[in-house]
Structures are given as structure tokens and as C-alpha cells.
């Protein structure tokens, strides 16, 4: 496999393995944006209550706390690549079968929750499982380039593309639409999946009698006994904490406070993800310069900065140009410690520890949005963003005694071994 060079990191080449699985990704986050923005769209068309409501959204977390080790522990057993053009076409069913519920008025809220519940249970499979794959595809120095390239392009399908498309699709063809969009982004991006040309990572083989209990309980002993992922992972899980109670109530901060409209809050949300993007231009530049874990040390030191700023300063262009760089260091964020969780896993345990990395780290958003409610009601609507720097405060200390923890680029992974694509 080919790669070029991007300063001192490498780049994946996008033929073969890679470019499929970016498609394939990218498409899925297209599909998804379409149904996660018409979800809530269609649960205030059925029902007034707040509770109810928020529950289809709740459902997105729960899974993820229930199963996310599972998840994890079976990804590492069985082929990533078949796992995920499964779950996908699972997904694609279950979806499309919804789409034809609304189509003929058969919709309810419980038919929701159930369907974002399944949804999800299935997705902490793929995650992990991809998690499993993507090192399979690209040579090592290219990994770091290869994750800053699916978060962008996820966030641009996602954020920018996916959910402006809603309003015009309802508008078009009905409530079932964006529904059956979603399916059909499923099943493509399971052909896609499906043919990718690979051969699994090694993986040592199984003591016998080995459990699934056992193996996730090893997953969770990997991820303690590593100094980097254990220090990650701590901080991730405070920054959810911290990004909870700030997505709970920053429209709030934005027509409240600011004594803004709509349109200006999705002028934030805009902002937000602009520069997310262009934080996934600008990481390789950052990581060759400061090394990855101190790449996420700054990441976190300058999203504190403008967290302040948005919770301090009361104008709307401030806060939009503070999200602008909150999401810049956001996705500088995500792809080190995404990629540093790769580099640093043992062979055949990838999945199991990125399980649960996103299992532990995930459970503290709901509990986030509860303190963001509470603080903002009690304090102000721009505490939340204070109430979040704080944690961001916390999420920092936490990785400094790992901050020497790096993995230089090109070096062994900790005697991970690596199987490329079959050519």
C-alpha cells in the first residue's frame, strides 16, 4: 500500500480498502444525520410530553452503557468486516420497516423508542468493530491521517450536508422519507463494507473455556494497566460530563442570554462545525509538531479558553467565533485519542478496549445534561458553559501524569501486529 506525506505524517492512499470504508462511513453518517434530525421532528408531531420526548433521545446513550462491552468482546471474535456489513443490513431492515410504519400512519412514540433503542444496540457492535478495521487498512504512520479523514468527512455529511437536507425532503415527499433514505444508505454502505478484500488482524488464540465475561473483563484490565488509554480515558469521560450539560442547554445560552433567534443558533451549531473540519485539516501539523498526547493537552487547555469566553462574554459573534475553535479542538481531540487507542492496543483486543474506552467514557452525557439543566435554571443560562470548563478543567489534570505516554509515528505499536489489505 501506497502512502503519501502530510509534513511528517503519513496519508493513507484512498484506492483499495481505505477509500471504501471512508464511503461507506461517510454515507452512513449522511443516513443517520437524515433520521436523527426527522426523529424528534416526528416525536413533537406525536405527543406533547417532554418526558417521552427526551426518552427517544435517552435511548441513544442507554445502549451503549447496556451493551458496549458486548459489543466490544465480539467484535474481537469474529470477522470486523462482517460484523459491520451485518449490522448495517439489520439496520437497513429495521429502518426501512419504519419508514413504511409512518408511511401509513402506524407511528408512535413507542415504535420510536424502540426503533433508536435497536438502532443503537447495533451500532455498538459496528463502532467497535471498525474501531478493529481501520488499522487493518492503513499502514501505521497513516493511521492518525486516516481518522482525522472519517471524523471530517462524517462531520461534513453529518453536520453540514444530512441535516439541512430534512426540511426539503419532508417538504418533498412526506414524513417517511428521510426514513427511507436511511435505509437505503444502510444497505449501500453494507455493499461497500462487504467488499472490501482483507484479511483479519492476528489474534492470539482463546484459553480454553474462555467467556465473553472474561473477555471483556480483560478488555477493562488492558485498558486500566495502560497509563495513556487509562488517562484518556478519565478525561474523556469528564469532557462528556462537561459536553452533556452543554448540548442540553446551548440553545438556551444562545436564545436566552444572548437574546438571539433560531437562526442564530444554527449559526453556532454551523460554526461549530466548520471548524471542526478544519480542525481535521490542521491535526497532522499539530501531531508532527507537538506529538499526539500533547496534541490533546492543547486541545483541552484551548477548548477551557473558549468555554470561558462563551460563559463570560455576552455577544453572539464572540460566542460563535469561541464554538468555531471549541470545535477545532474538539476534533483534534477525537482523532488522537481515537488513533492513540489503536496504536496502543494489544493485538486481537482492539475492539474490547475500544468498548470499553466508549462504554466508560460515554455514561457521563446524561448525567452532564442533568447538572446543565440544574445550573442553568439555578445560576443562569450561560453557567452551563462555565459548569463545562470546569470539567474540561478536570478532563486536563487528569492527563498530565500520561502526557509522556506518546507513540512515535512509524514506531511498533506495542508489538500490536498489523494485517494489511490483501492485494
Known amino acids: 500500500m501506497t502512502l503519501t506525506k502530510t509534513g511528517d505524517v503519513g496519508a493513507p492512499a484512498w484506492r483499495g480498502g481505505f477509500g471504501r470504508l471512508w464511503s461507506a462511513a461517510v454515507l452512513s453518517s449522511f443516513g443517520d444525520s437524515l433520521r436523527t434530525t426527522a426523529l424528534p421532528l416526528l416525536a413533537v408531531s406525536l405527543t406533547d410530553d417532554p418526558l417521552l420526548i427526551s426518552s427517544v433521545a435517552a435511548c441513544g446513550y442507554l445502549p451503549w452503557i447496556i451493551f458496549g462491552l458486548l459489543g466490544g468482546a465480539v467484535a474481537d471474535r469474529v470477522d470486523q468486516r462482517r460484523a459491520m456489513w451485518t449490522a448495517d443490513t439489520v439496520r437497513a431492515l429495521l429502518v426501512g420497516g419504519f419508514a413504511v410504519a409512518v408511511a401509513l400512519g402506524h407511528a408512535s412514540i413507542g415504535l420510536l423508542i424502540a426503533l433508536a433503542f435497536a438502532l443503537t444496540t447495533l451500532q455498538t457492535l459496528f463502532d467497535n468493530a471498525a474501531t478493529a478495521l481501520l488499522p487493518v487498512l492503513v499502514e501505521p504512520r497513516a493511521l492518525g491521517g486516516a481518522n482525522a479523514r472519517l471524523m471530517t468527512g462524517q462531520r461534513v455529511a453529518g453536520g453540514l450536508l444530512g441535516g439541512p437536507a430534512v426540511p426539503l425532503l419532508l417538504l418533498a415527499a412526506g414524513a417517511a422519507a428521510p426514513f427511507a433514505a436511511n435505509a437505503a444508505t444502510f444497505l449501500v454502505a453494507a455493499a461497500l463494507v462487504a467488499s472490501l478484500r482483507v484479511s483479519g488482524p492476528e489474534r492470539p488464540p482463546r484459553p480454553a473455556g474462555s467467556t465473553l465475561r472474561r473477555e471483556i473483563a480483560e478488555g477493562l484490565r488492558t485498558l486500566g494497566r495502560d497509563r495513556a488509554l487509562r488517562g484518556l480515558c478519565a478525561a474523556t469521560a469528564l469532557c462528556n460530563v462537561g459536553m452533556g450539560a452543554l448540548i442540553a442547554t446551548l440553545v438556551v445560552v444562545v436564545t436566552g442570554w444572548l437574546g438571539a433567534g433560531t ?9 461549530y462545525t466548520i471548524g471542526s473540519l478544519v480542525g481535521g485539516a490542521v491535526n497532522s501539523r499539530i501531531v508532527a509538531r507537538l506529538g499526539r498526547m500533547r496534541a490533546v493537552l492543547l486541545a483541552g487547555a484551548v477548548q477551557i479558553a473558549a468555554l470561558v469566553v462563551m460563559g463570560v462574554v455576552r455577544s453572539l459573534p ?22 492513540l487507542m489503536q496504536q496502543r492496543s494489544p493485538a486481537g483486543m482492539l475492539g474490547r478496549v475500544s468498548a470499553a474506552f466508549r462504554t466508560l467514557s460515554v455514561a457521563g452525557a446524561p448525567l452532564g445534561a442533568v447538572l446543565g439543566g440544574a445550573v442553568a435554571a439555578a445560576w443562569g443560562p450561560n453557567c452551563p458553559a462555565l459548569l463545562t470548563a470546569a470539567f474540561f478543567v478536570l478532563s486536563v489534570a487528569a ?8 507513540v512515535v509515528e512509524g514506531a511498533p505499536d506495542d508489538g500490536a501486529t498489523t494485517t494489511h489489505v490483501a492485494r
Open 318 to 339: 464572540v460566542a460563535v467565533a469561541a464554538l468555531a475553535v471549541f470545535g477545532l479542538m474538539g476534533m483534534v481531540w477525537n482523532v488522537n485519542t481515537t488513533t
Open 399 to 406: 492527563l498530565i501524569p500520561a502526557r509522556a505516554a506518546d
Open 263 to 271: 437562526k442564530a443558533y444554527a449559526a453556532a451549531l454551523t460554526a
